[in-house]
């Protein structure tokens, strides 16, 4: 993958830290005001709903890297559900992923893992390159994507799509959800709000950042592989099985990262559970060889030299 001239040049990105910052803010503030068992369970059902459908279900094992085939209807939906988790609309998210495999922890990665903790978690998003701020640079890393309108349509209205949820969650929880006898009840509605879209989308940054962070720092080099990337277990669960990243970045295509029986993969769950009823087609499965390899890798010492192919750089048609 080439990458765009302008990936040399980054700017502060004001938009990122004063959206990211009031999140933060309307999160920590309100959550233990507005905590209600309804507002909690808003928040685990699109921390699910966002982060697994939308994110590593959608962006990342099925439009990233075509670890399976859906229909269409599927495609946009979990489009659609990461784009509610504001980490960008699925051209960038994609683009953006795709440069990290192509260049994992060197200077060319965007969230290269030897410029420190701070800088791969969440500093590459204050100071953002160009080649991933600018549509007309970053729609060159994912060009499938960009010929689908409807994925636009998500690019450009991301923030549009999460107030229009918003204020639904805020109109639900002061009517249906409410807990008083007659008229809107405000604190339901605010709590469903906080915690469904702000504590939501804080706890789903930092759990996603932490992939990039954490999971290219601390755990397991399984595979051997001549890159940072770890298999981290805490990461595995809370990530819903992205935490399993050094499998990942040996095999970026295999749908299932959590290659072994004791490595809980929850997007696995979903992608088998899919893939049985019929709606999931042509999935790529870890093969023999790679467990094998991974077997052989663990028995070595000291560390070995990289054995990734080339063609563990996610193709994906690029
Ligand atoms: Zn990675
Ligand atoms: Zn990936």
């Known amino acids: 993958m080439k990458l765009r001239p302008s990936w040399q040049q980054s700017e502060f ?7 990211i910052g009031a999140v933060h803010l309307i999160a920590l503030v309100g959550a233990i005001p507005y905590f209600t068992w309804t507002g909690f369970a808003t928040f685990i059902l699109f921390y699910y ?13 099925l439009l ?8 269409r209807w599927l495609e946009n939906f979990a489009a659609l559900c990461g784009t509610l988790a504001c980490q960008g609309g699925p051209i960038n998210w994609v683009g953006t992923h795709r440069v990290h495999h192509a260049y994992s922890d060197t200077p060319r990665d965007p969230h290269d893992v030897t410029k420190g903790f701070w800088h791969s978690h969440f500093g590459w998003l204050v100071n953002l390159r160009c080649d991933l701020a600018n549509f007309e640079d970053y729609k060159h890393y994912a060009p499938d994507l960009v ?21 639904s969650l805020f109109a639900l929880g002061g009517t249906v959800f409410a807990n008083v006898p007659v008229g809107f009840d405000y604190h339901m509605a605010m709590s469903m709000t906080v915690w469904g ?11 996603t950042w932490c992939v990039n962070s954490v999971a290219h720092m601390f755990g397991d080099n399984a595979n051997r592989i ?7 277990a805490v990461i595995g669960v809370l990530a819903f099985g992205e ?13 299932r990262h959590g290659w072994r029986w004791w490595q809980l993969d929850q997007t696995w769950i979903m992608i ?29 010492k000291p560390q070995q030299p990289s054995t990734r192919p080339q063609d563990a750089v996610p193709g994906v048609g690029l």
């Open 13 to 19: 990105s004001w938009r990122n830290v004063l959206w």
């Open 272 to 300: 088998r559970t899919l893939e049985i009823l019929g709606v999931l087609k042509n999935v790529v499965r870890p093969t023999q060889a790679a467990i094998d390899a991974q077997k052989r890798g663990r028995l070595a």
């Open 197 to 207: 879209v702000f504590v939501r989308m804080t706890a789903m940054y930092h759990i």
């Open 147 to 167: 010929k689908r309108p409807f994925f636009v349509f998500l690019e450009n209205y991301m923030i549009h799509i999460q107030v229009v949820f918003g204020l």
């Open 49 to 61: 709903v966002t982060g697994m459908i939308g994110i590593t279900f959608g962006f990342h094992r």
């Open 243 to 255: 935490g399993w990243h050094n499998n990942h970045h040996a095999h970026a295509r295999f749908a």
């Open 226 to 232: 001549g890159d940072h990337s770890k298999n981290n």
């Open 64 to 71: 990233s890297h075509h670890g399976f085939h859906a229909p």
